[in-house]
T-cell receptor, first 110, second 114 residues
Framework: AQSVTQLDSHVSVSEGTPVLLRCNYS??????LFWYVQHPNKGLQLLLK??????LVKGINGFEAEFKKSETSFHLTKPSAHMSDAAEYFC????????FGTGTKLQVIP | DVKVTQSSRYLVKRTGEKVFLECVQD?????MFWYRQDPGLGLRLIYF???????EKGDIPEGYSVSREKKERFSLILESASTNQTSMYLC?????????????FGEGSWLTVV
């Protein structure tokens, strides 16, 4: 079975400090992997995606993620959190069928 | 920009009512999806369609049906709404056949069944 697992349901950071949201995947094949962001009462918006090109993927709003096959991980990072980053983040991916993680709520403390 | 439009943002329906959730996309995408989003459970796929008049069951199809008579429109139908179907419903679309294609989402429809 192919799946993604988000390791934290809630992450809290101070404004200006780094953000790390963790995602592991399980797949027998190299999957396509995505990070989406959802602001309150909105749909999901694509942040970035990995499709077997460069392992370090840069996305919108200063986010990036690194595909690490040895660790089966695709963690999302940002060097400095902004208040507007407070939202829920979803990792998704798969080889033939796309599945979504259960989400990580990011709180940014002023 | 791809636009996925869900016509109803907030609905309140009574138990046993038939409910229609409508979704339209404007990018000529082949694939359309209906997800349900509940706290702590993430997004769960209800049904998807890869072509007009075609549909496939997702992970939680029970209690739902879908209709795709035109390429741009994908409707989710709750034949007899129940309180456990109170949820946020997200419509989405994508192009092509590869799982590497971006999925574009609508803004969601909040359904409350009383």
């Amino acid at each position: 079975a192919q799946s993604v697992t988000q390791l934290d349901s809630h992450v809290s950071v101070s404004e200006g400090t780094p953000v790390l949201l963790r995602c592991n995947y399980s797949s027998s094949y190299s999957p396509s992997l995505f990070w989406y962001v959802q602001h309150p009462n909105k749909g999901l918006q694509l942040l970035l995606k990995y499709t077997s090109a460069a392992t370090l993927v840069k996305g919108i709003n200063g986010f990036e993620a690194e595909f690490k096959k040895s660790e089966t991980s695709f963690h999302l990072t940002k060097p400095s959190a902004h208040m507007s980053d407070a939202a829920e983040y979803f990792c998704s991916g798969g080889y033939q069928k796309v599945t979504f993680g259960t989400g990580t709520k990011l709180q940014v403390i002023p | 920009d791809v636009k996925v439009t869900q016509s109803s943002r907030y609905l309140v329906k009574r138990t046993g009512e038939k409910v229609f959730l409508e979704c339209v996309q404007d990018m000529d995408h082949e694939n359309m999806f209906w997800y349900r989003q509940d706290p702590g459970l993430g997004l769960r796929l209800i049904y998807f369609s890869y072509d007009v008049k075609m549909k496939e069951k997702g992970d939680i199809p029970e209690g739902y049906s879908v209709s795709r008579e035109k390429k741009e429109r994908f409707s989710l139908i709750l034949e007899s709404a129940s309180t456990n179907q109170t949820s946020m419903y997200l419509c989405a679309s994508s192009s092509g056949t590869a799982s590497g294609n971006t999925i574009y989402f609508g803004e969601g429809s909040w359904l409350t069944v009383v």
